[in-house]
């Protein structure tokens, strides 16, 4: 049997969560024997954590977490995770930005890799972030060798057995990629897929504000350190 949970993080995405999940159970349900879907309301401020919960009541399969204050975009993805019941597990976003049709060819290559990594072949974001986001997978792949096409992609499929092995710490915009520098260190077998994305529907992106990239770069050098020091 496949079991799969889909892990989102959630902030103030009131406009678009209902057809997210809605989106989740047509698309990734039929192809798996038993469906979970783990959503981090990370301290919202709309109507977000009202409506999951709504939701949680008539399907049981979706399950709401709650952050009573915003924690941060990599603290919701590492709860969202780390909650997980089934064996694989898929990190998506929350904002309809990726197809989850595109899910049946990632679960036909977990039968040989430990995970599946997307990239996108053609990001639908403002030239700012595809700047910054080429950018710093360039520099993720600098300090820790070869790493990921496009480390930030929010379209991960992996086995149960990755989050059993490994910890994370990162609790911001550097989640993704501590948690692929970790899991490539610890040995298992990454393979990458092009995924597609489309522009955001409603609501808005907080990932190029400067204080999310400084905590980044912070969490960045602070990890590179801590693994020159063997840690």
């Known amino acids: 049997m496949t079991s799969l949970t889909v892990s989102m993080p959630a902030y103030n995405e009131a406009e678009n969560i209902r057809a997210m999940i809605d989106l989740v159970r047509e698309k990734a349900g039929p192809l798996v024997d038993e469906l979970e879907i783990v959503v981090v309301n990370d301290g919202s401020k709309d109507d977000t954590a009202a409506i999951v919960e709504a939701i949680s009541r008539q399907d049981p399969r979706v399950r709401l977490i709650n952050h009573a204050v ?110 692929l520098v970790r899991a490539k260190r610890a040995g298992f077998k990454i393979v990458e897929e092009p995924v597609s994305h489309h522009p955001r529907r409603a609501g808005s992106q907080t990932g190029a504000r400067p204080d999310v990239i400084l905590r980044a770069f912070r969490e960045l050098l602070k990890m590179r350190w801590r693994m020159w020091m063997g840690k």
């Open 70 to 179: 915003n924690l941060g975009y990599g603290a919701a993805v590492r709860d969202a995770v780390w909650a997980a019941g089934k064996e694989l597990i898929l990190l998506t976003d929350s904002d309809l930005q990726f197809d989850l049709a595109e899910l049946g060819r990632f679960l036909q290559r977990i039968d040989g890799a430990d995970m599946v990594i997307g990239y996108r072949y053609a990001r639908s974001d403002p030239w700012h972030r595809r700047l910054f986001g080429h950018g710093w997978s360039w520099l993720v792949n600098l300090l820790f060798g070869y790493t990921a096409r496009d480390v930030d992609c929010a379209f991960k499929l992996f086995k149960r057995r990755v989050i059993e092995t490994i910890h994370v710490e990162s609790g911001g915009a550097m989640f993704s990629a501590e948690f």
